[in-house]
């Protein structure tokens, strides 16, 4: 079974958020923090070390 990546995200992180109730500033923080990164000089390095 074959699942689309963003989907599979949503749901782990509907449970995630469910099942530990986190803070909404922490999900906020890690959100945007995750943006960020994303779009920096640091991305092609976090590529690397994910892979």
């Known amino acids: ?3 689309p990546l963003w989907f599979a995200l949503l749901v ?3 449970l995630g958020v469910k099942l530990i109730r ?3 500033w922490l999900i906020a ?3 945007l923090g995750g943006f960020l990164l994303a ?3 640091l991305a092609p390095a976090l590529n690397a ?3």
């Open 1 to 3: 079974m074959q699942v």
């Open 39 to 41: 779009d920096s000089v």
């Open 12 to 14: 782990v992180g509907y």
């Open 29 to 31: 923080v890690l959100l």
């Open 22 to 24: 986190p803070p909404a």
């Open 49 to 51: 070390l994910v892979k």
